[in-house]
């Protein structure tokens, strides 16, 4: 049996859990609601207060599955009741992040400013005070969606491994390399 699609998916006093007609799984919480079809094949059901998911045989592909959305349903539990968050630093001279009438405006070394519209969900705070380099805080109840918009800003201009400079995740570190020695 999978070792993830085994495990029961907690549920806390403050989420309501939904199962709706055609597999619809429904989970609000104080962040806000998710909703996700599930397959066909793949039964969840609420036990008291935890969720299970099941699977009708040992194919190779119901295996895939079982894990699957068991994972995906810890997910949105998790993101309406604590929400993720991923930060973003902007390191150069010159480089900066405004966000203003739900805009993200960054000037990161080229000729014109990127401006940037986050998706429904997602919220984006600047943070300039604190370093001397701009961090870029974003957060939402949709685990994948939080990560593709910050990985598509991150894309925007990727740190360069000569200077450093570019955007980067908060935590990340990029592996410097020695410029050219002069010629004698």
Do not use: C, W
Request: hydrophobic share 35%.
């Amino acid at each position: 049996m999978s070792r993830i699609g085994k495990q029961p998916v907690a549920l806390l006093k403050n989420v309501e859990f939904n199962i709706g007609a055609d597999n619809v799984v429904t989970v609000k919480g104080d962040k806000g609601s998710s909703t996700l079809k599930i397959h066909p094949d793949i039964k969840v059901e609420l036990n008291e207060s935890e969720i299970v998911v099941a699977r009708p045989s040992d194919s190779k592909e119901h295996k895939s599955l079982h894990g699957l959305y068991r994972s995906l349903i810890n997910n949105m539990v998790e993101g309406v009741t604590n929400g993720y968050k991923k930060q973003l630093e902007i390191i150069g001279v010159g480089y900066r992040a405004t966000f203003t009438n739900g805009v993200l405006e960054l000037n990161l070394g080229y000729s014109h400013p990127i401006y940037f519209v986050p998706p429904e969900g997602i919220e984006i705070e600047i943070d300039t005070k604190s370093r001397k380099n701009a961090i870029i805080n974003i957060s939402g109840i949709n685990k994948e969606l939080v990560g593709q918009v910050a990985a598509k800003i991150r894309a925007m201009r990727k740190p360069e491994p000569y200077k450093g400079k570019g955007v980067r995740y908060l935590d990340e570190k990029i592996r410097r390399k020695a410029g050219k020695s002069a010629a004698k």
